[in-house]
């Protein structure tokens, strides 16, 4: 414990005092504090001037991060026939429609996202108590109810991020690893910030983006200047 105390208190110390900073500067700040005997993920957190208990201010969306996220994805795909078989071919962990069912009310839940064919939609409705507290829920505003589910499959095998707004009015995702490269960590952080500010909802008053901030999975976080982030600088 003595040396998890250390490391704690040596990256409070290089963060102190240190805010809004540029995204790259921010990256490398991090980085150089991710100090774990794991490859640390890099998270970024927006904070959105959104109350998403209403719902024309619900913030939603995909992204293909442009160097991926550096994390392994399993994908389970509700499919039948030449569908499955696409699925298959295209990468996917799990395919199935009422046996998948079955393993699911069961409890086995191993895979990160879920994928279905619109015609499989009765069957995965009735999971909506489980899948959907874990998002995990198929929904076609996120592509993952789709008759294309090869490209679905690939996309999330790529690098794909979905992000939902929580109560607090915050988004966040892994963006990448601590083992990345600065620059390819700052691609990554941008295309996300991105991507949120193009799912601004119609029911948004005044400041959307409020506050961008990033840390790796056991350290401190930092604030980045927004214009930095949203590629404005």
């Avoid at 983006?209 to 590629?231: E, F, N, Q, R």
């Amino acid at each position: 414990m003595a040396k998890v105390a250390k490391r704690i208190r040596a990256a409070r110390a290089a963060f102190e005092g240190k805010d809004n900073l540029p995204v790259q500067a921010a990256v490398e700040l991090v980085k150089a504090n991710a100090s774990a005997k794991f490859d640390e993920t890099i998270e970024v957190a927006v904070n959105l001037g959104v109350d998403p208990r209403h719902a024309d201010q619900m913030v939603r969306g995909t992204v293909n991060l442009p160097n991926g996220t550096g994390k392994t994805v399993r994908v389970a795909v509700f499919a039948r026939g030449e569908k499955a078989d696409q699925a298959r071919a295209a990468g996917a962990d799990i395919v199935g429609a009422e046996d998948l069912m079955q393993d699911i009310q069961g409890g086995k839940i191993d895979f990160d996202r879920c994928i279905a064919t619109p015609d499989m939609m009765p069957i995965v409705g009735r999971l909506g108590k489980i899948l959907g507290p874990r998002n995990l829920m198929p929904n076609p505003k996120v592509g993952t109810v789709t008759p294309d589910v090869a490209e679905a499959v690939r996309a999330a095998k790529g690098g794909q991020v979905q992000f939902k707004v929580e109560k607090a009015g915050i988004v966040h995702a892994g963006v990448g690893k601590a083992s990345f490269d600065a620059e390819k960590l700052a691609e990554n952080i941008r295309a996300f910030v991105d991507a949120v500010q193009r799912a601004k909802p119609t029911g948004a008053k005044g400041a959307y983006l409020k506050k961008v901030s990033i840390a790796s999975t056991m350290g401190p976080g930092v604030s980045v200047d927004l214009a930095s982030a949203t590629g404005n600088a």
